[in-house]
């Protein structure tokens, strides 16, 4: 039996929560096609197949310009240190940059087994991928490199394969039917920024957050009463959110609460209120309760 934590890091947008769900086996990270959707380190059990495999979501890597994200760099950079082996995701779609060439310097430093999983092939050429594995073997020790695609699952065994084999002898850190230590109040955050940053436009996502107000868990009628704000930076940024007659807050509270009535098999009420708040990015009680302590 093998077990042990296995740390997923990357640049943004590489695909690393789109992989996690996919060997997790269930939606337990939300995803989007926006950089940086990924804030905070979230945990995923798989059990099965030999062993337990707790996989790391982690931030992406990349240049911090606000406190907020520092926090997030710092989140995924802690996660090097605490993971058993280390699966660097890279988006084989786009040509190796100074951003990967970065990412590849940091996990020199780690003395840990070294996976390279090149994501997205399903967006190769098959005769791009040699020379694009060639490359990477040159920026870092790697043990594997395994391509690999999240959104089809091609290769998925392969990766699974080439992380159980480096994982340490052990019995499993958590029960056969544990998933995610991420709390409901933090998922249901999670839920709404994701139609938030499905339906907004690109500057929106780097200046908002989800505070959850109240959760008032199914009584006896079956329903689930929740409130929350969705912050941002700016009153025109609100007059985005909030949409033309309350149409684009309504539309993303309808999407947010039939996947939360699909996750949490009731009935939901949602109350979603927008506030601008300038600077909130840089305000650490806020930072503390969106999820990113400093120092985790």
Request: net charge positive; proline share 5%.
């Amino acid at each position: 039996m093998k077990a042990g934590l296995v740390a997923l890091v990357g640049r943004p947008n590489a695909g690393k929560s789109t992989l996690m769900n996919r060997l997790v086996g269930q939606k337990v990270a939300i995803v989007s096609d926006k950089p940086q959707t990924t804030r905070t380190r979230i945990l995923g059990v798989r059990s099965g197949d030999g062993g337990q495999i707790v996989f790391i979501d982690t931030p992406g890597i990349h240049r911090p310009l606000h406190r907020l994200n520092v926090r997030m760099v710092d989140a995924a950079i802690v996660s090097l240190g605490q993971a058993d082996v280390v699966c660097a995701v890279a988006d084989a779609s786009e040509e190796v940059g100074a951003g990967d060439e970065y990412l590849a310097a940091l996990l020199a430093k780690a003395s840990r087994p070294l996976v390279l999983a090149l994501n997205k092939i399903d967006r190769v050429a098959r005769p791009a991928l040699l020379p694009l594995i060639e490359r990477w073997s040159r920026l870092a020790r790697f043990d594997d490199i395994v391509p690999v695609s999240a959104l089809t699952g091609e290769q998925e065994a392969d990766l699974l394969r080439a992380l159980l084999g480096r994982l340490p002898e052990g019995e499993p850190l958590y029960p056969e039917d544990y998933l995610t230590d991420q709390p409901e109040r933090a998922f249901v955050a999670e839920i709404v920024r994701e139609k938030v940053l499905r339906h907004t436009r690109d500057e929106l996502p780097f200046s908002s957050a989800v505070l959850i107000d109240r959760f008032e868990e199914a009584g006896k009628g079956g329903l689930m009463r929740l409130f929350c704000t969705i912050l941002v930076e700016r009153e025109s940024q609100k007059a985005i959110v909030v949409g033309r007659g309350g149409s684009m807050i309504k539309r993303i509270g309808t999407e947010a609460r039939q996947e939360l009535e699909r996750f949490f098999g009731a009935r939901v009420f949602l109350d979603l209120r927008v506030k601008a708040r300038a600077g909130w990015r840089e305000d650490p009680r806020l930072l503390d309760e969106i999820g990113l302590r400093e120092g985790r």
